[in-house]
Structures are given as C-alpha cells and as structure tokens.
C-alpha cells in the first residue's frame, strides 16, 4: 500500500503561519520590524523559546511607536500567537490571535481580506484542540470574505477550502470533505500562474482520503498524478 501522508504536513505548514515570511529589510527598518524578523528567523530554525522571547519584545516595541490598536500591531500579535501554539501554549495562542482579530474587525472592517488568514489559523488551532464546530465555522466565514474581497476561484480561497475539507476528512465526513478537495482542485487547475505544487500537495491528501474510505483505484489515480507532476517539475529545473 502506498504512503500518502506527506502533503497534508506541507500544507498545513503552509497554512498556519502565513504572516510569518521570510522578507530583506532596508535600511530604514525599525526595531519592531528588526525583532519581527529575528523572531521569524529564529522560529524557522526551531528555536522557539528565543523566538518567543523576541517576539514578545517586538510587540512591546511596535505598540510602543504605533499605538496598541493599529493594523500592524495585528501581524505580530498573530506572528506570536503561531509561536505559542507551536508550543503548545494554547490558551495565550487563542487570547492572541483573538485580540489581533479584534484589532482587524475593529480597524480594517469586518470582511477585510486580511482577516481570512487570522480565522484560518484560529480555525487550525481549534481543530486541533477538539472544537471541531468552531473550527468549522471560522474556515467558513474565512471562505466567504475570500470569496468576496479575491473572488470565488482564487488560489487562496482554494487553500482555505483545503483545509475546510481537511477537517471533515478527519472527522470522516467523507462526502463534505470531497466536495471542498474537488472545488479547491478545480481552482488549482483553471486559476492563472502556477498552481501545480498547490494542486500536487492537494491531490496528494485526496489520494490518502480515498486509500482511507478503501478506493484504492482513485488512490492510486491520484497517486499517479502528483508523480507526474514533481517529475516534470523536476525536469524542469
């Protein structure tokens, strides 16, 4: 039987911290930035317990120069609360990431598009604790400002989808989970640019779904697409 576990890390990991990019600073960068940085820098290369301390130190710094309920401040506040929830400091991780929610409902409006990325970690964090009906119910209020603000087939709205149906796979809710894969999938493949990776990683899931629910011929349907996929990516390089 063949091993489909690997994309559904890779993604996840995709997903859960997408503020946390790695970016040159010029010059003119400021202290909190510079501790931003190094908090990331410091948390890509496992070192968490010295990236939390810098990040708290950068949200220190930025409320500092900024004022504590400025948009920005939301980003390292969610930078931090990725940190605390990878070590597993859940209750500092759902108090954070509810407070730069609350700064972004507040300043940016309630359907800002940077909004989508902040229910959508919260959404992971509590699909992992258990409370799979809030988790739901972020995912999709998460989809519906992608929807609105990027439209309905973009790349982002499919990774959210992605993960909506993540979580009725493993609550075995086969039938919900399929229906989000196949529509992410479809955006994957008709959207502009390339979105062969995203769709790989993807098909990668489903081919372990479909091994999970015993259909070992769409499994390894699947299976055969992702391998073309890396192998011509491969040639291509």
């Known amino acids: 039987m063949r091993n489909y576990a690997g994309g559904a890390v890779i993604l996840v990991m995709l ?3 997408p503020i946390l990019s790695c970016e040159k600073k010029d010059s003119s960068t400021t202290s909190w930035e510079y501790l931003n940085q190094k908090a990331i820098e410091l948390f890509q290369q496992e070192k968490k317990e010295e990236a939390v301390k810098i990040a708290e130190m950068a949200l220190e710094a930025v409320e500092k120069q900024v004022g504590p309920e400025e948009p920005v401040v939301a980003s390292v506040l969610t930078n931090l609360a990725g940190i605390y929830f990878s070590m597993d ?3 500092e991780a ?3 990431y509810k407070k730069a929610l609350k700064i972004q409902e507040e300043k940016l409006g309630p ?3 940077q909004i989508a990325p902040t229910l959508s970690n919260m959404a992971f964090m509590y699909k992992v604790r258990g409370m799979h009906g809030e988790a739901e ?3 999709n209020r998460a989809i519906e400002i992608q929807e609105k603000s990027l439209g309905p087939d973009h790349p982002n709205t499919a990774a959210t989808l992605t ?3 993540q979580l009725h796979r493993d609550l075995e809710n086969y039938e919900e989970a399929e229906k989000h894969f196949q529509r992410a999938l479809g955006i994957y493949q008709s959207a502009p640019g390339d979105n062969d990776s995203q769709a790989a990683v993807l098909m990668d899931i489903m081919a372990g779904m479909y091994r999970d ?3 070992e011929e769409k499994a390894d349907y699947y299976f055969k697409l992702v391998q073309d996929i890396w192998k ?3 040639e291509q390089e």
């Open 15 to 17: 997903l859960i911290f």
């Open 89 to 91: 400091r859940s209750d």
């Open 94 to 96: 759902e108090a954070t």
């Open 111 to 113: 359907e800002h598009p």
């Open 137 to 139: 119910k972020l995912y």
């Open 163 to 165: 993960n909506l149906g």
């Open 213 to 215: 629910m015993g259909h």
């Open 232 to 234: 011509k990516k491969a």
